[in-house]
Each structure stands twice: as structure tokens, then as C-alpha cells.
């Protein structure tokens, strides 16, 4: 091993295995995937991979765990308002955040695909269910807060933010699964018109 490779973290090194199984999922897909396609991607030699991972279901768990923590600890919401907060959770949900290489639907199409194979993995299944709830989670803190504050009405903030997060869910998968890339931007206009409306006494 070079001296270039000795020097790199374990945490570095576990993000280039990453970044490599993105690029090797995007080329092959989840169902033809294997350990040395993952391999090809990166300059550090397989082994690493074999070093961190015990086979590439645990590289593919840590995987969906990686994509879902991108997304999740990137929303920048310091010191705002709730209506902002919101509006900050929502817009990152549909439209996603800045990436140096793949865009957000380039992301977003490995994360379906892997979604979509969960409903025959009760592991995988799990780790989308405890995502899906710390985002339901984060919409429902954020309404309660505004609730307290006097600036939204007193609604339910539980349904509504299971609602919304359902909206987002399903306007992503319109765009991966069909192709309509309009689909987010409309499902915010929705959001905005027929839902957190709801929030402010007209």
C-alpha cells in the first residue's frame, strides 16, 4: 500500500467507499451490483472494502445509512423563524441539497432504487421507517414550536406532518418512478396552498 493510502482515515477512507458505491450503483444497479465493481470505482485497493465490510450487504446497509445522514445533518435552520425552519425541512426534502459530484436526483435515484427493494428486507425496511420518522418527526417539532409561539394556529401536528411528509415521499417517487420532473415543484406549490395556509389565521 502507498504511503498516500496509509495516511488516510478511517473515516475518509469509509466515505470513498461510499462515493464509490454510488458511482458503481448508478452504472450497475442494485440487483447486479457487485463487491469488485464497488472496487473499480476508487483508487484505494479492494481489500480496504473487505477491511471495513463484512460482504456487501453490510457495506449496502451502511450505505443507505450514509445517503440518509447526508440528507438529513445538511439542513441549515439556525436561529430562524418555524415558517422558515419549515419551509427550510420541505425545500431540502424535495430539491435535496448540494452535492460535488451526482446531483440530488442522481442520489436520489440509488435511494429509490434501494427503497424500493426493502419491501423484501426487513433490515433494510427498518432503517427506512426510523428515516421516514425523524423526518415526520422534524416537521411536527417545528409546528409545535410555532404553535407555542403564538405564530400558527393550534393544529394537529402530528397529521400534519405525517401529510406533508407523505407529499414529499410520493412527489419523489413520481419523479424517479415516472419521469415527472415537475412533481417536487408542484408538490410545494400544494404544500404551500392547501396545507401550511393552514397554519395562519386568514
Not at 15 to 29: D, P, Q, W, Y
Amino acid at each position: 500500500m502507498s504511503e498516500s493510502r496509509e495516511t488516510v482515515s478511517a473515516k475518509d477512507t469509509e466515505e470513498v467507499i461510499m462515493e464509490a458505491t454510488f458511482r458503481a450503483l448508478s452504472k450497475h444497479g442494485y440487483t447486479d451490483l457487485r463487491m469488485r465493481d464497488i472496487g473499480e470505482e476508487m483508487d484505494l485497493t479492494r481489500q480496504v472494502i473487505h477491511y471495513h465490510f463484512d460482504g456487501k450487504y453490510d457495506l449496502l446497509s451502511s450505505f443507505l445509512e450514509y445517503v440518509i445522514d447526508q440528507y438529513e445533518g445538511s439542513v441549515e435552520v439556525d436561529e430562524c423563524d418555524p415558517r422558515s425552519e419549515l419551509d427550510a425541512r420541505i425545500d431540502q426534502c424535495l430539491f435535496g441539497p448540494e452535492f460535488e459530484e451526482f446531483s440530488h436526483w442522481e442520489r436520489m435515484k440509488v435511494y429509490h432504487e434501494l427503497y424500493t427493494h426493502a419491501q423484501n428486507d426487513g433490515d433494510h425496511r427498518e432503517i427506512f421507517n426510523e428515516h421516514y420518522d425523524r423526518i415526520r418527526g422534524s416537521i411536527v417539532e417545528v409546528v409545535e414550536d410555532g404553535i407555542e409561539r403564538g405564530e400558527f394556529e393550534p393544529v394537529d401536528a402530528e397529521r400534519m406532518g405525517q401529510l406533508i411528509t407523505d407529499i414529499i415521499h410520493a412527489a419523489r417517487g413520481r419523479r424517479m418512478a415516472l419521469g415527472h420532473e415537475d412533481a417536487p415543484a408542484e408538490a410545494r406549490k400544494a404544500i404551500d396552498q392547501f396545507v401550511l395556509d393552514s397554519l395562519y389565521d386568514d
